[in-house]
């Protein structure tokens, strides 16, 4: 948990997680595409069939993640990482988008600008603040940043 939610959250035991899928794919947006593949195969081999709105919903959460990893993040030549982590309380799923961009942070969750109804971008996150139990943003070491969000399948 970061600073920016720790007002959000009362802190939890950590749950064990029962399932871990990581990738790093390239900054691109056939990467970005890539992510949202994968990530609706994993939760088909895991029990949310692509045809359950957990599994639309997920997937729609890694597409937003992963087009803002390779829009807001990408650096020349740096990959980024894609982590899903199931956690048997709830069914619950975290998924993390770890991009080369510290520097880059999004709003805090809570504080997202309402965006203009005609505009072609800019409501990635706020769909993630909409459909997502939790989401923030973390930097573990100075050369990457990761956006999550944690939503319950069940």
């Given at each position: 948990?970061?600073?920016?939610?720790?007002?959000l959250?009362?802190?939890?035991?950590?749950?064990?997680?029962t399932?871990?899928?990581?990738?790093?794919?390239?900054?691109?947006?056939?990467?970005?595409?890539?992510?949202?593949?994968?990530?609706?195969?994993?939760?088909?081999s895991w029990?949310?069939?692509?045809?359950?709105?957990?599994n639309?919903?997920?997937?729609?959460?890694?597409?937003?993640?992963a087009?803002?990893?390779?829009?807001?993040g990408?650096v020349?030549?740096?990959?980024?990482?894609?982590?899903?982590?199931?956690?048997?309380?709830?069914?619950?799923?975290?998924?993390?988008?770890?991009?080369?961009?510290?520097?880059?942070?999004?709003?805090?969750?809570?504080?997202?600008?309402?965006?203009?109804?005609?505009?072609?971008?800019?409501?990635?996150?706020?769909?993630?603040?909409?459909?997502?139990g939790?989401?923030?943003?973390?930097?573990?070491?100075?050369?990457?940043?990761t956006?999550?969000?944690e939503?319950?399948?069940?």
């Amino acid at each position: 948990m970061n600073a920016d939610i720790a007002h959000l959250r009362a802190p939890q035991p950590t749950p064990t997680p029962t399932r871990h899928f990581t990738i790093r794919l390239s900054s691109t947006p056939r990467g970005a595409r890539l992510a949202r593949r994968l990530a609706a195969g994993q939760l088909d081999s895991w029990g949310w069939p692509y045809d359950t709105e957990a599994n639309r919903t997920a997937t729609l959460l890694v597409a937003e993640l992963a087009a803002n990893a390779v829009l807001h993040g990408r650096v020349r030549g740096r990959d980024f990482r894609l982590r899903l982590t199931l956690y048997p309380e709830g069914a619950t799923l975290r998924i993390e988008v770890s991009d080369a961009r510290p520097d880059r942070r999004p709003p805090a969750p809570g504080t997202l600008p309402s965006g203009c109804a005609e505009a072609e971008s800019g409501r990635g996150l706020v769909l993630v603040e909409a459909l997502a139990g939790y989401w923030g943003t973390t930097c573990g070491d100075p050369y990457t940043k990761t956006v999550w969000c944690e939503v319950a399948l069940a």
